[in-house]
């Protein structure tokens, strides 16, 4: 593990002394149970004001959603649900952008209770990809599959330090594969969840090409944090933790991606969580979170912790963290993944959700080896959704929704404060739709089954029509891109 650099607040020595008050951190626990005592029977006129808030893609206090979770009235929370959706389509359009997550190791120096990969696990397949395994599942995800955007998952273990991500991010990077159709096939964009590392290892992980960083606190109360990650072990520190994402823009990376695990402690304490960790963010950097995160803790091998989990979220209440987060933060990308199963992901998606995953295997390797048992001792937890990528495309188009493979905006230099400030006002609707258009038809050539191509042809049709309506300005260039994508040229965008 490198040594803490000695630049900026975040990242000293002296880190805690410069940005805690009495030793306190920017999660005041008082406060927020106090608002959410406070916030008891709201005013139906107080929450039709807080929706028009939202539906200016501004985010909330603390206060105020504090209100919107403390909400009983079926009605009230069908408008909150409507006005999420709108949000949605006003900052995201209509589109839905896939991934697949990659683990590399499941190796970890941790002792979570909650989680399989956790060190005491005797009953975990302990392995650590090379890079040439890292290659090979690259060109399945790339080639095969059609992915081209990852979230890559390292555990805290020596093994998987600063050097052998920057390494495998590069490796990944560099794999050049082909489609069934002979169209060149590559990642184009690696988002990373890591260890909280301090700033000068962030800088060189940026300097590898990272997208975003994620890092999730799992539970802001403290107590409950500190039960559950044991003294002793590196994530046992909560603070650490806590201030990765400042590290994480003090080193230059523009996107950080926060969330939370919901069924460590009350869900509606962890919404206030992550509320006042996106405000925090604002306040110090101008910017808050590119993405906001919201797994359910699921099954996981030799991990009791999580059959009697005392603070467990059944579904209703899941719809209620979707909305109520959208309405919250209503220029985040929202991610929804494979914990859930199908049905759900069906019903909450069209909540606010922007992004999600498909094809998806997290045991360590089992892309390349072609497996998605369930009983694989080399993966954290079990999942509750496996379908393909064609198939979860396919369903999208079903819901009216056009699926997104662009990664433009990262190389256009729209990250940080300049896609907030896109994101607040709408305008990346604009370029997200024209990019969306031009990838979905690459994917539909390269990867797509026939029944799925024939459904994305015909969202692709509504979606030029609606460019044609509502961005004339656009609709020739992108009848031109367009056609150079049908003859085969590929990575084109705006």
């Known amino acids: 593990m490198l040594k803490t650099s000695v630049r900026g607040k975040y990242s000293s020595m002296a880190w805690k002394d410069s940005v805690l008050s009495a030793g306190k951190d920017f999660i005041d626990e008082s406060l927020i149970e106090e608002s959410l005592f406070f916030a008891r029977n709201p005013d139906r006129g107080r929450i039709e004001d807080i929706l028009q808030k939202s539906l200016a893609i501004e985010t909330l206090l603390p206060e105020e959603t504090a209100l919107l979770l403390q909400v009983k009235d079926p009605v009230l929370w069908e408008k909150m649900r409507e006005t999420a959706a709108r949000i949605k389509k006003k900052v995201y359009d209509n589109r839905i952008v896939t ?70 991010m590069r490796a990944i990077y560099d794999v050049k594969t082909a489609t069934r159709t002979g169209s060149p096939a590559r990642i184009r964009r690696i988002n990373v969840n890591a260890p909280a590392f301090p700033t000068e290892a962030l800088t060189r992980i940026r300097d590898a090409g990272i997208g975003t960083y994620q890092v999730f606190q799992e539970t802001y109360h403290h107590a409950t944090y500190q039960r559950l990650h044991p003294a002793g072990t590196p994530k046992s520190d909560y603070q650490w933790r806590l201030y990765c994402m400042h590290r994480a823009l003090e080193a230059g990376i523009d996107d950080v991606g926060i969330g939370a695990l919901f069924g460590l402690y009350d869900w509606r304490f962890e919404v206030m969580g992550l509320v006042c960790h996106a405000r925090e963010l604002e306040r110090a950097f101008g910017i808050g979170p590119h993405t906001i995160s919201f797994p359910r803790i699921e099954p996981a091998l030799n991990t009791p912790f999580i059959q009697n989990a005392e603070y467990a979220v059944n579904d209703d209440d899941f719809k209620k963290i979707v909305t109520v ?150 609709h020739a260039q992108l009848c031109r891109e367009y056609r150079k994508v049908e003859q085969g040229e590929r990575d084109i965008y705006f």
């Open 99 to 168: 991934f697949a997550p990659l683990y590399l190791s499941n190796l970890c120096v941790n002792n979570c209770a909650y989680c399989g990969f956790r060190a005491e696990n005797g009953a975990m397949t302990r392995k650590t990809l090379s890079l040439e395994e890292v290659r090979k599942e690259a060109e399945v995800l790339a080639g095969t599959i059609g992915h081209k955007r990852l979230i890559v998952v390292y555990g805290e273990h020596p093994s998987t330090d600063v050097e052998y991500i920057v390494s495998t």
């Open 325 to 474: 987060l959208r309405l919250s933060v209503p220029y985040a990308g929202m991610i929804l993944t494979a914990r859930e199963n199908a049905r759900m992901r069906r019903e909450v998606l069209p909540l606010g959700c922007t992004q999600t995953d498909a094809s998806t295997r997290i045991g360590v390797g089992n892309y390349s080896r072609n497996s998605d048992t369930q009983e694989d001792r080399k993966q954290q937890f079990m999942l509750g959704d496996t379908r393909s990528l064609d198939e979860v495309v396919r369903e999208l188009a079903r819901m009216g929704n056009i699926t997104s493979f662009c990664t433009a905006g990262y190389r256009c230099g729209r990250t940080g404060q300049c896609i907030m400030e896109l994101l607040r006002s709408g305008k990346e609707g604009h370029f997200c739709k024209l990019n969306a258009i031009l990838t979905f038809r690459e994917w539909l050539d390269d990867f797509a089954s026939d029944e799925t191509k024939a459904l994305g042809e015909k969202i692709i049709m509504q979606e030029m029509q609606e460019v044609q309506q509502h961005l004339p300005q656009f």
